[in-house]
């Protein structure tokens, strides 16, 4: 495949990832466990309602900054110059790297361990997070050639 080919399959996937994160962070990150006996505690975790709250606010901002790296330069709202190329393309790698870490650090950091599980909204948002680490190393590899 062409370099061209290549740059356009990096932005499909990154732009798929950037929907999972805006579709994930929206949905609920937590709930309580299938076939669970126990009691629940009666606390209520951030993460476990829709809406955007928390951690969904960072998010949804590196989805943002990573889309900037996979953008062609005509569809860019600000020029950058220190921005180009194989910059903006680690840049979209970092940023979705940053997203799938900060979905582990959440659910790590929640104390859902035994009674909760994670939701779809987690993991629609990691994975989003994944799609765009992998679109900017798809765009590193058409710059590459």
Known sequence: MSRQTWSVVARLVAFAGAGGVAVGTWLPWLMVRPGYQG???AIHLAGMETGIAGLDWLALTAAAVALLGVLPVELMPVSVPLLGGARAAVVTTVAGGFVAVLT????LSSGFLGTFVPAAGFYLTALGGVHLSMGGALRLYAIGG
Do not use: A, G, Q
């Open 104 to 107: 582990v650090y959440y659910l």
């Open 39 to 41: 009691p629940v505690p």
